[in-house]
C-alpha cells in the first residue's frame, strides 16, 4: 500500500533525526516521548549548542531503553544501517 492511500505511521521510520537549537527543551520531553510511544526504533538528537548528539534506542511504554550521549569526536552508526558512518566533526561542519 502506497503513502497515497495512508499516512505514514512509527513503523514506517527507521530512523528520526531532530537537529535542535531552540527547541532542545521540547524535543527531549514531548516529542521523545511521542516517538517512542509511535514506535521509532532509533532517535537522534542532535544539540546545536552543546555540539552533541543523544541517540535514543529500543522504544517502550516507559520511553527509550537504551540512551547514550556523544559529546566528542566520534563516529555513528544508525543500528538498522551498519555500512552508514558519520562523524561528529561533518555533523558539526
Known sequence: MSYKDRDACG???LLLIEVAD???AYDRSTKLR???EAGI???WLVDCASETV???RTPGDEG???VSRVVATATLTPQDFPDVELTT???FA
Request: no cysteine; aromatic share 20%; charged share 35%.
Open 89 to 91: 566533526t561533518e555533523i
Open 54 to 56: 543523544e541517540i535514543y
Open 11 to 13: 513503523e514506517d521510520a
Open 64 to 66: 527509550y531503553r537504551d
Open 34 to 36: 511521542l516517538y517512542a
Open 22 to 24: 531552540s527547541s532542545l
Open 41 to 43: 526504533p532509533e532517535y
